[in-house]
């Protein structure tokens, strides 16, 4: 196996100690400097055009706000802005006799809207607005309601407080999406997801502006939605976990208040296991069936020759069609192995008498008797990159989860498509990551049509490690940074500033109801267990935060018997996917040894940070009998431990000039090989910084005589240089 280069990319390089950055002041796009003094607008995502203009307009318990145009959503939106403004304020905003904020007098902040626009979110509405702030007066600008919408989105997030008091700072925008669709997938069937969860994320997108909501509806594991014609599939396929078809109307309300829609998805043939535990007379195999509890890919299918089965989707799908607005239905398509298909004798007869070749022609006759059911009902088509078949109607959506290659196809073929690939938050990647896939990116040597058919990008949750109380903490504030890659224009790619303005966005996201800290601080507690004494637990927060879950393929390696039942509470579940703190670490690393100023200025900085983690395990360590679920944290701590160990010395002597011996390295980074082969599923993301800074220490003298290039070449390649008797890491 060739064993990857150790680097550190420069998307990790961020957010480093003092000493060494400071965090840019606009990303690339935004068009001028601040004013002296001003803080630069955290707005997430970054608007097309932004131009800070100097001074800013005062909000006092005077400020009044005129709206003229648009609809009840907007009235109900800038009463929800409002609001929040008062409690984050302490101000008490005047009201009409009606109670509301609005007026039709002269205001402070003025909004105008040409046109109502479209009551139910549609793909391709006008969501452009303009905003104009000067120190005396306001204007917001839009077409369309939704238009209003996204700019009070950035309205509420360009609010500032200081010594002064509360304040806009005097700026103008133009803005608007680069992508028309800009989604986040939510599944509810592995593991539930209620109500509250749905509408409180709705809010988070609805702040970064995204739009769609793909709502996973049906799975192997549950089946989410309450049908009134065919009511055994949530009563005997749900555990009783189910959205009536009063609440899905409510939550589509809820959605399309905020300027979203929501595609609802239906997944069949394959990952129908919950289908047919209510109607096994329509599989390709024999049944019974039960609701299955693990994770992966099933056999149970449909049997696409029954004619049961369209007479069943036909019911079941107008039934849908008329609690979904949107003219989308997704039906899934993806992951069929085609086992039931291949032993089924009579389905293999059916195949070779309609001339279908194979699975893959019997699947394509399904998705088409499927989309003409849709059509029927006033529908069209979407699915996974699976449903890609010859004569696929020219009128579907393609959903392209596997990259470039299948994007690409889609296009060529003349099929708009959405993109996940990349954006799959459950896998537990960093922000950096996501920000860094561009679905415009395959654009190259295609025609302007061809490039109009990239619609967008999804955020994905898969539900699979994710509970109600954990969930928000998988989905934010990481996909803020997948929406900016959405709204924003390409230009914008600045790291470091993303990262800047995405952790004032947290704290936006909890302003507006997410749970993504709060529950975590509670999910910690209930890990430390009533013993520990409240320094203790100091400590282990500061371990937790230095750590990071694995990428889920590998959890689900280190924990292959899980099922549906298993609480999600442990130390895993409750570590960030994305680690300020190494993330921090990360990049003094990577500006001491390969920038200017180099060690030992900044390693002062660095040292602060290996000196609390190692103060944090040896006091884990040292409170054994505090911590009931000792198995999970001892290892953790004690490979902390000595990583921290490792990088002091390394920085001590680099701050000296001291060269430490050959074999001081090898048993250093023996010791942190050991250190990454964790028997819980948490990373330590710091630990690549530490093997560089290893090599660096033995190996210093050269740095003079070298390039800047081949000094980091040279200090890579000794940092995975496997020890002896090690393998590689």
């Not at 304040?167 to 800009?182: E, K, M, T, Y």
């Not at 939510?186 to 995204?210: F, S, T, Y």
């Not at 704290?507 to 999910?523: F, P, T, V, Y």
């Not at 282990?540 to 230095?546: H, K, P, R, V």
Request: hydrophobic residues 45%; charged residues 20%; contains cysteine.
């Amino acid at each position: 196996m060739t064993k990857p280069a150790l680097t550190l990319p420069r998307r990790w390089a961020i957010l480093a100690c003092a000493t060494f950055l400071g965090a840019g002041l606009l990303a690339a796009g935004a068009s001028a400097e601040c004013p002296a003094g001003a803080v630069a607008p955290a707005v997430m995502p970054l608007p097309a055009h932004m131009q800070p203009s100097g001074g800013s307009l005062p909000v006092t318990a005077t400020f009044s706000v005129a709206v003229r145009g648009g609809d009840a959503r907007l009235q109900d939106a800038l009463g929800r802005l409002l609001r929040l403004w008062e409690e984050r304020t302490g101000l008490t905003f005047a009201r009409t006799p009606q109670g509301r904020f609005a007026s039709s007098a002269p205001a402070v902040l003025e909004i105008e809207c040409e046109s109502p626009g479209m009551a139910v979110p549609a793909l391709g509405e006008d969501e452009s607005y303009a905003i104009d702030v000067e120190p005396a007066h306001a204007v917001l600008r839009a077409r369309t309601t939704t238009g209003a919408l996204r700019g009070l989105a950035t309205l509420q997030q360009l609010l500032q407080g200081g010594a002064d008091g509360w304040c806009l700072p005097a700026v103008r925008i133009q803005d608007g999406p680069r992508f028309p669709w800009r989604g986040l997938l939510i599944d509810v069937c592995r593991h539930w997801q209620p109500m509250e969860v749905i509408k409180r994320n709705l809010d988070g997108m609805a702040l970064v502006k995204l739009n769609v909501l793909h709502f996973h509806l049906t799975e192997d594991q549950g089946f989410r939605i309450e049908s009134r014609r065919f009511p055994k599939l949530h009563e005997l396929g749900s555990d009783g976990l189910y959205f009536t078809q009063e609440q899905i109307r409510e939550i589509v309300a809820y959605a399309a208040a905020r300027g979203i829609r929501v595609v609802p998805e239906f997944d069949v043939p394959g990952h129908a296991t919950s289908w047919l535990v209510a109607y096994p007379e329509l599989a390709a195999g024999p049944g019974p069936y039960e609701i299955e509890r693990r994770w992966g890919v099933f056999d149970p299918v449909f049997d696409p020759t029954n004619e049961a089965v369209y007479a069943m989707l036909d019911g079941f799908l107008g039934e849908m069609a008329a609690l979904f607005p949107d003219p989308y239905v997704h039906i899934g398509g993806d992951e069929n192995n085609g086992k039931q298909w291949s032993a089924n004798a009579r389905i293999q007869a059916f195949i070779r008498e309609r001339g279908l070749k194979d699975n893959a022609g019997l699947h394509a006759y399904f998705n088409r008797r499927v989309h003409e059911i849709l059509a029927r009902h006033g529908k069209k088509l979407m699915g996974w990159e699976e449903i890609m078949q010859p004569d696929l109607p020219a009128d579907s959506i393609v959903h392209a989860w596997s990259g470039k290659d299948s994007l690409t196809a889609a296009v060529r073929r003349g099929y708009a498509v959405v993109l996940s690939k990349g954006y799959y938050i459950d896998l537990m990647q960093n922000a950096a990551e996501h920000y860094a896939i561009d679905p415009a990116a395959a654009q190259a040597g295609m025609t302007e049509a061809e490039q109009r058919r990239i619609l967008g990008g999804e955020a994905t949750m898969w539900a699979e490690w994710v509970s109600p109380e954990n969930i928000d903490s998988r989905i934010w504030p990481r996909t803020a940074a997948i929406a900016e890659r959405l709204w924003s224009p390409g230009t914008v790619t600045d790291v470091a500033d993303m990262y800047r303005r995405l952790a004032i966005a947290g704290s936006r996201l909890e302003e507006a109801g997410l749970l993504h800290e709060k529950n975590r601080d509670a999910m910690i507690r209930r890990f430390a267990g009533q013993q520990i004494v409240p320094a203790t637990l100091g400590e282990l927060c500061t371990l937790i935060d230095a750590i990071e879950p694995l990428f889920v393929y590998q959890r689900r390696r280190l924990q292959p018997d899980v099922t549906q039942f298993m609480p999600l509470t442990g130390l895993v579940d409750c570590a960030r996917p994305d680690s300020a703190a190494a993330r921090s670490f990360v990049g003094a690393v990577e500006q001491g040894l390969f920038g200017a100023p180099s060690f030992p200025a900044g390693a002062a900085g660095c040292a602060r940070s290996l000196g609390a983690w190692k103060s944090a395990a040896d006091a884990v360590l040292a409170c054994r009998h505090e911590l009931p679920r000792w198995n999970e944290i001892e290892p953790v701590a004690q490979a902390l431990q000595r990583v921290a160990q490792a990088g002091e010395e390394a920085l001590a002597a680099l701050a000296e000039g001291r060269r430490m011996s050959p074999e001081w390295r090898a048993e250093r980074l023996a010791a942190l090989n050991q250190s990454a082969k964790l028997p819980v599923a948490v990373r330590l993301p710091m630990l690549p910084a530490v093997r560089l800074l290893v090599a660096a220490a033995s190996e210093q003298e050269h740095r003079a005589a070298m390039t800047p290039e081949a000094w980091r070449r040279h200090v890579q390649n000794l940092a995975n240089a496997p020890a002896a008797n090690q393998p590689a890491p």
